[in-house]
């Protein structure tokens, strides 16, 4: 592939967008190439694209689990200037503000999305995309039966899973599975960002809290919250995670629940990263109670 900024210059001149006249990389993505376009009248966008798209649909798929978010009110996510195959173009975020008061309303937001979008099954009316490979939505009248299926068994035949995790780890992911209704309380499906690690969380304009990158379907709240918890936020989120839960009348326990709920991610790492910074290892550690001895 040619230089990344002239890749995305390619890319933006071929949608249409002229008047793109220089591009800027941009950090923290790990599967597709990214960076700050600036147009002929001094604004700029965000663009995206990767050298070899996964899917015709992987563009528009996040672009309507952007809009998605947005139109359940409460959170704010970039608005979509363009999304087709080849590229995805958004409005301009920012960093956000890494204080006490930001996160507090972050709070707000999530537990407001969380609480008004309850859905009587688990899923989306489409599949979409974790990086470069594809979420599985189908919809689910049970939720231990949908997050068991396609949110954990549904990574055992990625060809790197397969290599990471031997015959005892796979039969322990499935003796976990078959426990999940003692493991986890009956929760209802609400809708979620699906991967709510903490780069994707930013700010607009106004310094709101802003979020990216979706993967969105009807599933358990909680799985936003293990991932966010256990991608390494910084102090000043603790507050947030006191207020949701105040707001939602979240237990005491979620904490412990976390590694389970967050093997999800851990899977999708180890599927399609290399090294996997350290995913196997955790998901043995939380497969350790449920291998046979």
Not at 93 to 109: G, I, M, Q, S, V
Not at 179 to 192: D, F, G, I, N
């Amino acid at each position: 592939m040619t230089d990344p900024t002239s890749f995305l210059l390619e890319r933006l001149h071929a949608a249409g967008l002229t008047d793109v006249v220089a591009v800027e990389p941009a950090a923290g993505g790990l599967a597709a190439i990214a960076g700050l376009a600036r147009r002929g009248d001094g604004t700029s966008v965000f663009v995206k694209a990767f050298d070899e798209p996964p899917s015709d649909d992987v563009f528009a798929a996040e672009a309507e689990g952007l809009v998605a978010l947005r139109g359940a009110g409460g959170v704010v996510t970039p608005e979509v200037v363009r999304a087709d195959r080849e590229v995805l173009v958004l409005s301009v975020l920012r960093p956000r503000p890494d204080t006490a008061a930001f996160w507090e309303r972050f709070a707000h937001a999530l537990a407001h999305l969380h609480g008004s979008t309850r859905h009587p099954r688990f899923g989306w009316h489409r599949d979409n995309w974790l990086g470069r490979r594809r979420q599985v939505n189908t919809w689910t009248e049970d939720g231990f039966e949908f997050f068991a299926r396609h949110r954990l068994l549904r990574w055992l035949d990625e060809h790197r899973v397969r290599e990471a995790l031997g015959a005892a780890d796979r039969a322990a992911l499935e003796r976990l599975c078959d426990r999940l209704p003692e493991l986890l309380p009956v929760r209802p499906a609400c809708l979620t960002h699906g991967d709510l690690w903490a780069q994707n969380v930013m700010a607009d304009p106004d310094g709101r809290p802003a979020l990216i990158d979706p993967a969105v379907s009807y599933a358990w709240a909680e799985a936003d919250l293990a991932h966010l918890w256990t991608t390494a936020p910084p102090p000043e989120a603790r507050v947030f995670f006191e207020r949701y839960a105040e707001l939602t009348g979240l237990d005491r326990d979620w904490r412990t629940r976390a590694p389970i709920l967050q093997l999800r991610q851990h899977l999708a790492v180890i599927a399609q990263f290399t090294p996997d910074w350290g995913a196997a290892e955790l998901v043995r550690a939380a497969l350790a109670p449920f291998r046979r001895r």
